[in-house]
């Protein structure tokens, strides 16, 4: 027994290395390395003197950081839920569909999340461009006859990026919910039905405790991406129109890294965004996974 389990662990060693040596190439040593960098005054490439923390110390003074962090927090909050709540009500429509139907509606769903980012863009820049855009016959009537620039005003710039980045990604959120929604047997609908449950009684007492867990990861999910939002915000800004304004923190630290050739302190705005994506993370899972299971 005991040559047997070691060969089992040779085997599982053999099998794992080529993912643990990419892993720890890839995503263990260059993390390692921005953790180092943040803490010197180094540019983009070359080396750089040790400052300690303040390159931190400058990221929490400094005006422009503090307004990136609002920035990104509050598209967060804009997109997240929302994604996953409205993915969960078409998930719910489209896996009462059945045969050819059920599966064109869900690839019509699904198509926008394969089109290039670039792309989304340029659709929604053509519908609500203020001169020729389609979406301008409806906007034109509230705003007193006249067209007006969505993305061009402050106050409805981040609420519309967070509008066409849920369409754009609404398509993946709805396939894993579906997928939970199959594993639910149908005899328990059925046995349900037969105790004289309502469609409200079979959804709060069967569906949701049940698609729980899909709803926890694709929370989770949305909740890591769109905290590194970069390209609609700066697709949508033109590459650098109000970019003070409506800057997230992906896009500081690009603006530090590459336009300002300041690698240290970008490192130190990355270190910050990756430990605030795992905090957030975690915490939300374990709250969330925590109710789930009471």
Do not use: C
């Amino acid at each position: 027994m005991l040559k047997s389990k070691r060969s089992e662990y040779a085997a599982a060693a053999i099998l794992m290395a080529p993912f643990v040596v990419v892993y720890g190439v890839l995503f263990v040593y260059p993390t390692i390395k921005m953790v180092e960098l943040s803490f010197t005054n180094a540019p983009l490439i070359g080396p750089g003197q040790w400052v300690g923390f303040d390159n931190y110390w400058r990221l929490a003074t400094e005006r422009q950081f503090p307004l990136a962090v609002w920035n990104t927090i509050y598209f967060v909050l804009l997109s997240a839920l929302p994604s996953t709540l409205l993915a969960l009500v078409v998930a719910l429509g489209v896996n009462r569909l059945k045969g050819w139907v059920q599966s064109l509606v869900l690839a019509a769903f699904f198509l926008p999340y394969i089109v290039p980012v670039s792309v989304v863009w340029r659709i929604w820049s053509w519908m609500f461009d203020k001169d020729f855009g389609i979406a301008q016959y409806l906007i034109a009537p509230l705003n007193g006859g006249q067209h007006l620039s969505i993305f061009r005003t402050i106050p409805l710039f981040m609420p519309m990026v967070a509008l066409v980045t849920i369409w754009w990604l609404l398509g993946f959120n709805v396939l894993l919910f579906v997928a939970g929604l199959r594993n639910i047997s149908k005899e328990i609908y059925e046995a349900a039905g037969l105790d004289g449950a309502s469609r409200w009684a079979q959804f709060s007492r069967i569906t949701w405790p049940l698609i729980w867990p899909v709803t926890v990861l694709v929370l989770t999910i949305q909740l890591i991406l769109q905290f590194k939002i970069f390209d609609q915000v700066y697709l949508f800004t033109q590459g650098g129109y109000r970019v003070d304004t409506t800057m997230v923190m992906v896009q500081y630290i690009f603006r530090q890294a590459f336009q300002l050739n300041k690698g240290g302190l970008a490192a130190a705005a990355s270190v910050f965004l990756f430990l605030l994506i795992i905090v957030m993370s975690v915490l939300q899972y374990q709250l969330l996974r925590g109710r789930g299971q009471r």
